[in-house]
């Protein structure tokens, strides 16, 4: 079955400072992988996914995240943080094969220091 | 229009009442999912509708029960529900089901059980 984990539950950076939220999933084969945010009393805003094209996948407020098979890895990094990114950030996986069933990593909270 | 719409905001309800959950979506999607989410936790997939019909059931109580009318509305029906049911009721909507598709949430329902 697959898996998703997330480094770090708790992770604060200046504002300004590089962003890197850890994922790691476990898997038989490469699966679809997402970055959703989720800011308080909202729900869950898809900001990338990957299903194989690029390995270096560009999404929306200037987040990114690549793809590593070698590491089964997908981190998401932001070069310079802004207040506004304070949020909770969960990465998903689903399987290529059969009903789009996500499964969801624990989450990571982001604070940024002013 | 990616807008997923969920209604009410906020219910506060008894053990012994019947409620209703509501979701919409206009995007023509044929995939749509029922997420129950703890507070600091991720969502957890409670339904899949394929194609108006039922396809995954996690193992959910009885007493909540999924309806799907058309391909647009998706509704949660509660009924006698306990005190740990309380949480942020989410839906979902994709293009279909699988394939890598992405989900797109709604803002969801703050259910409080008393």
């Known amino acids: 079955a697959q898996s998703v984990t997330q480094l770090g539950s708790h992770v604060s950076v200046s504002e300004g400072a590089l962003v890197l939220l850890r994922c790691n999933y476990s898997?038989?084969?490469?699966?679809?992988l997402f970055w959703y945010v989720q800011y308080p009393n909202q729900g869950l805003q898809l900001l990338l996914k990957y299903t194989s094209a690029a390995t270096l996948v560009k999404g929306i407020n200037g987040f990114e995240a690549e793809f590593k098979k070698s590491e089964t890895s997908f981190h998401l990094t932001k070069p310079s943080a802004h207040m506004s990114d304070a949020a909770e950030y969960f990465c998903a996986v689903s399987l290529r094969v059969g009903a789009q069933k996500l499964v969801f990593g624990q989450g990571t909270r982001l604070t940024i220091i002013p | 229009d990616t807008e997923v719409t969920q209604t009410p905001k906020h219910l506060v309800m008894g053990m012994t009442n019947k409620k209703s959950l509501k979701c919409e979506q206009h995007?023509?999607?044929?995939?749509m999912y029922w997420y129950k989410q703890k507070a600091k936790k991720p969502p957890e997939l409670m339904f899949v509708?394929?194609?108006?019909?039922?396809?995954i059931n996690e193992s959910v109580p009885s007493r909540f029960s999924p309806e799907c009318p058309n391909s647009s509305l998706l509704n949660l029906h509660l009924h006698a529900l306990q005190p740990e049911d309380s949480a942020l009721y989410l839906c979902?909507?994709?293009?279909?089901?699988?394939?890598?598709?992405?989900?797109?949430f709604g803002p969801g329902t703050r259910l409080t059980v008393t």
């Open positions: 509708y394929s194609y108006e019909k039922l396809s």
């Open positions: 979902a909507s994709s293009q279909v089901s699988g394939q890598g598709y992405e989900q797109y």
């Open positions: 898997s038989s084969v490469p699966p679809y």
């Open positions: 995007m023509g999607h044929r995939a």
